[in-house]
């Protein structure tokens, strides 16, 4: 068979048949209940040996539409006569003998658990997707339900840093093309989930020390490391605290907390380093508050790395 393509003029009078729209339209949207976990559950405990389905419900099966009516429905369950539990699957079912969709139960086996959904490929078969496990006691007259629907999830969208989605759905994704952030919408804010800047050297000039290797940080999915260099003092001796050779810039400063820092110093001594926050006067600046003796002309100090959390 030669290759094809349709919808168009040239293809069987622009007539698209069930098989070439499964086809074309089962990634349009993934299989799923169209909304999230925080809504009602779809299934719930009915009268007897039975479950009822939500109403104003509407999903999506290989890009067949379902839409559950605007009144609640039941769907029966068969009895148990073993004296084992059995555990059922209420699932979605795509039906290609004539393309439906319904709402529909899979028996399962006393005492095996839920039963494998079938999810057949081709023009023929069923493929099912599940809304809720019903547990079934040994000659039990009701039944129990744990709600497990498969929601249809949210696609990652190109965009920039000014230019987000203004109204994103839980779960959303976008890829910030100016910054190389990827993030997620929780429902309440866009979260980082990856980002990679490489190395960033953050030396500052500060008379009276002189750097005798860079200080480098790198922030990898909203975490920063920061190696230290090392630091010479070049000025007169000094025995109070001293701000280093450091700037940390915006983008990867502690935002509220700062962070401490264990310093190795000339003469087997150890002092302290502090890393400002962002909402100090002292933002991004490195001091060293706390050591012991004098530092004097031609001592080093050599800091411990550090990280944390920027987002």
């Known amino acids: 068979m030669a290759e094809e393509s ?5 293809h069987n009078d622009r007539q698209v048949t069930d098989t070439e729209h499964e086809l074309l339209a089962s990634r349009f949207s993934d299989d799923g209940v169209y909304g999230d976990p925080r809504d009602d559950e779809v299934v719930t405990p009915g009268t007897g040996l039975s479950v009822n389905i939500r109403a104003d419900v509407a999903a999506s099966v290989r890009g067949h539409g379902w839409y559950s009516g605007s009144t609640p429905f039941s769907v029966g369950l068969s009895g148990n006569i073993s004296s084992q539990a059995r555990t059922d699957w209420i699932v979605l079912r795509l039906d290609r003998s004539d393309w439906s969709v319904t709402a529909a139960a899979v028996t399962g086996t006393p005492g095996s658990g839920a039963p494998a959904l079938t999810q057949q490929t081709g023009d023929t078969g069923v493929w099912e997707i599940p809304l ?33 989605n203004p109204r994103p759905r839980l779960g959303e994704q976008c890829f910030e093309t100016d910054t190389g952030i990827m993030r997620i919408w929780n429902g309440q804010s866009w979260r980082l989930v990856f980002n990679e800047s490489g190395d960033v050297v953050v030396n500052s000039t500060i008379s009276s020390w002189g750097i005798e290797a860079d200080t480098v940080l790198e922030q990898k999915n909203g975490a920063v490391h920061m190696r230290f260099g090392v630091f010479i003092r070049t000025g007169g001796s000094l025995t109070t605290e001293t ?32 890393v400002y926050a962002n909402n100090t006067d002292r933002k991004g600046q490195v001091w060293l508050t706390q050591y012991t003796g004098t530092i004097a002309r031609d001592h080093s100090v050599l800091p411990g790395d550090i990280s944390w959390v920027v987002d």
């Open 6 to 10: 349709y919808p168009r003029q040239g």
């Open 243 to 274: 701000r280093m050779p450091v700037l940390i810039p915006a983008a990867y400063r502690p935002a509220t907390r700062g962070r401490v820092a264990i310093a190795y110093i000339t003469g087997g001594r150890i002092g302290r380093l502090q």
């Open 132 to 164: 809720a496990q019903a547990r079934i006691l040994g000659g039990a007259s009701s039944v129990t339900v744990t709600r497990a629907e498969q929601y249809v999830g949210a696609r990652c969208r190109p965009c920039t840093s000014a230019t987000r």
